[in-house]
């Protein structure tokens, strides 16, 4: 069946360093693809999506390419703050009928000062 | 604020009982789902609804889980007998009919505590 696997963490950063979360993904048809982001004490919320291949979603500073040819989704960002401390979920929608998202098991990313 | 909300937040309970879990969507949203997350996984999906209609049910983990969304709108997870396995966070999510796909909006969850 579809699923996701993305990087073990934790992930310790000092501020200012580039981040790299890997995240790949196994799929029978065309998925959507996204980022979660959890902060302390709150919900997961949306941080970027890609709809179909060589789509770059984009927010906060942070970005990932859809890349069907490596099935791949890796979150990147240039320079992270001690805000960005949280935990990341790559998840994916296998189609367009609004099913279910499949999540996968979550890094963990620290940011210190 | 008129999020997705979820009550209670916090549940304890002793093995064998009952607990009931309610989910209030954003209220314009249509689809409303139900994750399981047990501490360092992903958010495991349980079920979910389009209005008041139950599309996909097979995930949940046992007959001893269910969920009604009886008029569209909030919807409750039960879980009878519960056993100290069923120690997780429970998160609700909505999403609109006619959104772009995949864009859920979650609450903040329900930990459940089975002692």
């Known amino acids: 069946g579809d699923s996701v696997t993305q990087m073990e963490g934790p992930v310790t950063l000092s501020e200012e360093a580039f981040l790299t979360i890997n995240c790949t993904y196994t799929?029978?048809?065309?998925?959507?693809l996204f980022w979660y982001v959890q902060y302390p004490g709150e919900g997961l919320q949306l941080l970027l999506k890609a709809t179909k291949a060589d789509d770059k979603g984009s927010n906060k500073g942070f970005e990932a390419t859809y890349r069907k040819e490596t099935t791949s989704f890796h979150l990147e960002k240039g320079s992270v703050q001690v805000s960005d401390s949280a935990v990341y979920f790559c998840?994916?929608?296998?189609?367009?009928?609004?099913?279910?998202?499949?999540f996968g098991k979550g890094t963990t990313l620290s940011v210190s000062s | 604020d008129t999020g997705v909300s979820q009550n209670p937040r916090h549940k304890i309970t002793k093995r064998g009982q009952n607990v009931t879990f309610r989910c209030d969507p954003i209220s314009e949203h249509n689809r409303l789902y139900w994750y399981r997350q047990t501490l360092g996984q992903g958010p495991e999906f349980l079920t979910y609804f389009q209005n008041e209609a139950q599309l996909e049910k097979s995930r949940l983990l046992s007959d001893r889980f269910s969920a009604e969304r009886p008029k569209g709108s909030f919807s409750t997870l039960e879980i009878q007998r519960t056993e100290q396995g069923d120690s997780a966070m429970y998160l609700c999510a909505s999403s609109p009919r006619t959104g772009e796909t995949g864009e859920l909006f979650f609450g903040e969850g329900s930990r459940l505590t089975v002692l």
């Open positions: 799929a029978t048809g065309y998925p959507s």
């Open positions: 998840a994916l929608s296998p189609d367009q009928a609004g099913t279910a998202l499949i």
